[in-house]
DNA sequence: GTCTATAATGCGATAGAC
DNA sequence: GTCTATCGCATTATAGAC
């Protein structure tokens, strides 16, 4: 579900191929390396037929990564529809794995560029993002043993999907191996109270 | 020890404030976000003083952070000098917390900053200090979840350096957290073979 | 909806005076 | 060793024709 409301959202032909282009060259030079001239370049029109589009850069970034973000609410979603604390935490990091993994080249960049760390600061769906995933992973009450070790959490899957002698592990294997230290991590010992 | 060779290093009394500047700016805006501008305007002077001590940004940054590089360097040879590999992971592993903590505001920055990035391609001692670490504590002829392991803990590290949740945590709480996960982490069951 | 043309800005870097 | 002045370039963004 996760209808946008409030920002009309509608993506016409153009707009897809303009998607398209965005989200490959973003994985490959990561967000601020990729020019608007660089994405016009690629398929083929000029700048302003991209500033048609959308009014910024920022704006441009925000269309093209929203999809993620409406995955992730909706992966918040069914941890929260979820009744136990572990069945909770269990469901968010089943679906966050597989999310990132599928996406790993756009979210190694992502996760890292200063333009997303911009765009924290000014989007509310990305504030509210990055702290409910914090709150459902953390629990009620956390103390700073378990608030550390979530966002230590989150901060370390970004490197394996980044570094060079992890880069050529298929999915499958990756998935399961973060899937694994995951667990070791978020549904262990005494953290487990709420 | 760590001597530089081959890449004389005269810090004189100007070069002295220029190097406090950017690094305290560094840490506020980023590597990438920090103009010689801003650098030249802080210390009271115009752009082209900060160009008579360094001839491109790239090798002020290089300048700026070679202090850090070298106490890696000190930690990864006081790591080697010990024989068992439990001793070296956490020998390496205490120094490497230690220092993060103490320049936190530094480390967030460079760990995921553009400018970073391409220091690692071009500059051989940061090429070199990364492999070298992954090497030591991933250990002999590592499978894949070693080598996962170590890649999600140096990563990992960034989170709760950075992190509002975890900021306003003082330097030994902070240590002690981090040095529990980095035991936890690589100081555990079978991998210890070596 | 896409174009040409250009504005406005900020950047890293250089030349040459003092 | 620090300055003024400026170059050359890339960027985001706008205005207006088709």
Redesign the pocket.
């Known amino acids: 579900m996760t209808t946008t409301v409030g920002e009309p959202r509608p993506v016409?032909?153009?707009?897809q191929r303009l998607h398209e282009a965005a989200l490959r060259l973003f994985a490959e030079h990561g967000i601020s390396g990729?020019?608007?001239?660089?994405i016009?370049d690629d398929i083929?029109?000029?700048?302003?037929?991209v500033?048609?589009?959308y009014?910024?850069?920022?704006e441009?970034v925000i269309g093209v990564v929203a999809p993620f973000i409406d995955r992730v609410f909706a992966i918040l979603e069914a941890g929260q529809a979820r009744r136990g604390r572990r069945g909770q935490i269990e469901t968010v990091l089943e679906g966050l794995v597989d999310l990132i993994v599928e996406a790993r080249k756009l979210y190694v960049v992502a996760a890292i560029d200063p333009v997303i760390a911009h765009l924290h600061e000014i989007h509310p769906r990305m504030r509210e993002i990055a702290a409910r995933m914090q709150d459902l992973l953390a629990g009620p009450d956390p103390d700073d043993e378990r608030r550390v070790a979530v966002v230590f959490f989150l901060s370390g899957l970004v490197g394996p999907l980044g570094d060079e002698s992890c880069r050529d592990m298929d999915d499958d294997t990756l998935r399961g191996l973060l899937l694994d230290i995951g667990r070791r991590f978020l549904l262990q010992r005494k953290a487990m109270r709420g």
């Open positions: 016409g032909p153009g707009r990729t020019s608007l001239q660089m016009a083929g029109v000029t700048k302003a037929a500033y048609y589009h009014k910024t850069k920022d441009l």
